[in-house]
């Protein structure tokens, strides 16, 4: 492992080092260049499912699943490890496939991806990714407020048939981790492991929407500048949004515009609606004022409440729905 490459392995510090977005402990976190991280995530061999010894013979291999094995690597970077059991029919896409293949769907639509800030998070056993590459500066967007955003490739994978490989396109605020969805992956790519990857696909949905983003850049500051009313806020919080996300996650919401802090419940048993609720204000939200007044805020503060989700996929998912529920308030 090269100097580079080393540099940019950072291990966890401690047990309870878990970033937001991880039901599981995290085993590994990378930052680097995109070839650096891509050249250090781990890699996988199908096998037998079989109880392998002198008294159990490969004879009796599973003939419906097959095990997932993680591949040592020099220098004792990772070492073997079944990770997951998956079906016949299963397409294993390793984490390095699905990186070769967004590093040819960049160079196609003009990007050099080998430069490109590169953050990677895996699940214990490195059987689930979350890839993040932040796009060139001249991709950045400022809102006026000072915290310009990137835009970011989002790239989710899974080895052990938990999740298929997901690509979406962000717009990423620098103040904090929140996000907000660029339109395209309102139709994002999913590509389930059963079917053929086809790089051109993931050219195509590259294509549309750097387009879109370009689009949306010149159109962002003046929409989501505009005005909303906050006594509206808790009729959607009590309404829209406690259907989507649930009266917890409502009333924070209703907390963080209000205040710019985010909150958690005095009384989980409390009974009414979400803008009814007691709440105790916890951690400021960076970039996030007092009063929530624009499309904006409300933008922002929507997707610290969806980035908190434990589920990556949970977290994409959730971003895909803001324009929608934030064109639906407007329209109130």
Request: glycine fraction near 6%; charge should be neutral.
């Amino acid at each position: 492992m090269n100097d580079h490459v080393a540099a940019a392995l950072r291990e966890p510090e401690g047990a309870e080092w878990i970033p937001a977005g991880f039901r599981q402990p995290v085993s590994r976190w990378f930052r680097g260049r995109f070839d650096e991280v891509a050249a250090v995530l781990p890699q996988f061999d199908r096998k037998p499912f079989s109880l392998q010894g002198a008294a159990m013979p490969d004879s009796n291999a599973n003939e419906l699943y097959d095990l997932i094995v993680r591949r040592e690597q020099a220098e004792g970077a990772w070492t073997p490890c079944p990770t997951g059991v998956v079906s016949k029919t299963y397409r294993l896409i390793e984490h390095r496939d699905a990186a070769a293949v967004l590093a040819h769907a960049f160079g196609k639509v003009g990007i050099d991806p080998y430069g490109l800030d590169t953050h990677a998070t895996l699940l214990r056993y490195g059987a689930t990714m979350s890839l993040e590459v932040n796009l060139p500066p001249n991709w950045m967007f400022d809102p006026g407020d000072g915290h310009p955003l990137l835009l970011q490739l989002r790239c989710q994978n899974s080895v052990d048939g938990t999740s298929q490989l997901r690509v979406a396109l962000v717009w990423y605020r620098l103040v904090c981790t929140n996000g907000l969805i660029v339109g395209t992956a309102r139709e994002q790519r999913g590509f389930v492991h059963r079917e053929a990857t086809h790089v051109e696909d993931v050219i195509d949905f590259l294509t549309a929407g750097l387009v879109i983003a370009r689009r949306e850049r010149l159109e962002m500051a003046r929409t989501l500048h505009l005005p909303v009313d906050p006594a509206k806020l808790p009729s959607f919080v009590d309404t829209t949004l406690k259907t989507r996300w649930g009266s917890v996650d409502a009333a924070r919401f209703l907390n963080i515009a209000r205040t710019g802090h985010d909150a958690e419940l005095v009384d989980r048993f409390q009974p009414g609606f979400p803008s009814e609720k007691h709440m105790k204000s916890t951690l400021p939200v960076p970039g996030s004022p007092e009063k929530a007044t624009s499309a904006w805020h409300v933008a922002q503060a929507l997707s610290w409440i969806a980035r908190s989700r434990k589920d990556p996929s949970a977290q994409l998912d959730r971003l895909q729905q803001i324009p929608e529920m934030l064109s639906g308030l407007l329209e109130r």
